[in-house]
């Protein structure tokens, strides 16, 4: 296993451990949180050689309230489909990070919203990465895309899945006539994620 540590982090970037990654997606309904984490789950049981576990949690109201979505990823079988201490978690609203960030692992890696969430809790064991995802959507014309630009950081970011799995997993569940939009939506947030590593890698070696 490889480590890298970033200045001023305290904390390694390591590889991930073989066995399940668990991703936990969260923020409030009308977002696509759902849709997310089905995307996310079929990428990698469907397009790559993985298995999936995918569970889903709504607050008290369908749209506007909380919501999560819980994805497994593993190259055996999965015996528990729930996530408990998530190796990477996924934030659109201030009440999604303040519910969860205490869940996610040490050395772990925390994708958020910049516009949306207000990081309050500084914890220096774990890995942050920020974007302007409902920006970036709001650029494309349609707001309603930010999650599949969060899925492209997703996809840089973490290397849950490739690049090309997840493209395939997007085309396959969006309704027909939007695929250019939600693909310039999935390259504008793996761009983005491309660079944040970029960033973040200089950083570990100054």
């Known amino acids: ?33 759902i849709l997310s984490g089905l995307i996310l789950g079929k990428a990698a049981s469907l397009f790559s ?28 079988e999965i015996d528990y489909p729930y ?15 303040e519910k969860y960030v205490t869940n996610l692992r040490p050395n772990g890696k925390l994708l958020y919203d910049e516009d949306l ?38 996809t840089a970011v973490t290397k849950v899945v490739d690049y090309d799995a997840m493209k395939s997993a997007i085309l396959d569940t969006v309704p027909p006539g939007t695929e250019d939009l939600n693909l310039k939506a999935y390259n504008a947030g793996y761009d983005h994620g491309v660079k944040s590593i970029e960033h973040h890698e200089k950083q570990a070696k100054d």
Request: charged share 25%; proline share 3%.
């Open 1 to 33: 296993m490889s480590a890298k540590k970033a200045k001023g982090a305290g904390v390694e970037m390591e590889d991930e451990d073989n066995g399940d990654i668990e991703v936990l997606l969260g923020g409030f309904g009308g977002q696509g949180i």
């Open 49 to 76: 050689d993985k298995r999936s576990a995918f569970t889903q949690s709504y607050g008290p109201e369908a749209r506007g309230g909380s919501c999560s979505a819980n994805v497994i990823i593993s190259d055996d």
């Open 83 to 97: 996530v408990t201490e998530p190796h990477h978690v996924i934030f659109m609203s201030q009440g999604a990070y």
């Open 117 to 154: 969430v207000e990081l309050k809790y500084r914890r220096n064991d774990i890995h942050r990465f920020g974007i302007p995802a409902t920006r970036l959507a709001e650029g494309l014309g349609r707001r309603i895309v930010a999650n599949i630009v969060m899925l492209g950081f997703l």
